[in-house]
């Protein structure tokens, strides 16, 4: 009888701009302060790709050649790129389709997903799926954002939160039980009227009357999505545990989708984690979207354990939001 095939996470890469947009820059762009910025956010810099004719793409590049580096493999030998991003590079062709051609990546399909901050999430629940069935071996998912494209930075309200960067996992069948355990994901299509982007979609095709009014870039209700997401992170975290028969003591870390600071720990809060248990590195990044929980992946690897218990857990505009269970494979 032929064991259970999961889907491990085997290699992590990573990739952020070197460019640094600081509170005290933004202080210089519109009326803050950098106290204001780090109590209700935790976020002290954010990293912005400013070169021009760069994109979500190029965020991405590298981030999977460092994953294919670190496994030892070929391009050549990804089955399936998905990437997770609300920024592709354009509406068409999909920002994976780019990231093949450029990484070397022939013998691979792909596409885009998109799922605000839980894009992550729903693409690489996608590509387990794609594991489990047997008919593929090695699945690339993206989560990627170059969000400074699509932020308005005269809104006090949205330019001190978001950042640019992506980070990728490599996932490969497993016959020990490692892997990816469990995922409980969640839409809600109401609260699209909190948080969106207003247009540039074929509801509202871009023209003159539409740049002029500003309604290209981020829209965002900050206290009821606020309250919206301390409420779905932390209670979807806590039914993926108790459905799974585990407690915080059974947890080793909880990868957060790194929104702001208050939510992080409201949702380590209800899963009874202490808070050296949680990845945080939105003081260094901002909030990258789908980027978050990958790159938390990616500057957290060197201290995962294989057969940790791992939470990712997000929350994203629409709303979408969701929880998965990782045991960790190396």
């Known amino acids: 009888m032929s064991k259970k095939i999961t889907a491990a996470i085997t290699a992590v890469g990573g990739y952020v701009p070197e460019e640094k947009l600081t509170n005290a820059d933004l202080m210089k762009l519109v009326d803050t302060n950098e106290e204001w910025i780090r109590t209700r956010t935790g976020i002290e810099e954010r990293r912005v790709l400013t070169e021009k004719g760069k994109a979500t793409s190029d965020l991405c590049v590298p981030a999977v050649l460092e994953l294919c580096k670190k496994r030892g493999i070929s391009p050549e030998e990804i089955d399936c790129l998905i990437v997770g991003t609300v920024t592709p590079d354009m509406f068409f062709p999909s920002t994976a389709n780019l990231i093949c051609d450029r990484v070397g990546a022939k013998n691979a399909w792909g596409f885009d997903l998109s799922a605000a901050c839980s894009g ?94 500003k309604q290209h870039y981020i829209y965002q209700e900050g206290q009821a999505v606020f309250k919206f997401a301390v409420k779905g992170m932390a209670d979807v975290s806590a039914e993926l545990m108790e459905k799974n028969n585990l407690t915080g003591e059974d947890i080793a870390w909880l990868v957060p989708h790194q929104a702001n600071k208050r939510i992080i720990d409201a949702t380590a809060n209800r899963m009874g984690l202490s808070h050296d248990k949680v990845m945080i590195n939105i003081n260094r990044y901002g909030n990258t979207t789908s980027g978050t929980i990958p790159l938390c992946l990616w500057d957290w690897e060197s201290k995962l354990k294989k057969g940790d218990n791992l939470v990712l857990a997000a929350f994203g505009g629409g709303f979408t939001w969701g929880a998965t269970l990782v045991k960790w494979a190396y």
């Open 120 to 213: 992550f999430l729903f693409s690489l629940t996608t590509g387990v799926m794609f594991i489990e069935s047997g008919r593929y071996k090695k699945v690339v998912v993206v989560g990627a954002d170059k969000m400074s494209s699509i932020v308005d930075y005269s809104d006090r309200t949205t330019c001190v939160i978001f950042g640019d960067g992506a980070g990728a996992v490599l996932l490969e069948p497993n016959e020990e039980g490692l892997g990816i355990q469990d995922s409980i994901l969640k839409t809600d299509g109401s609260g699209c009227n909190y948080l969106h982007m207003k247009a540039g979609g074929s509801l509202r095709p871009a023209s003159f009357e539409t740049v002029a009014a």
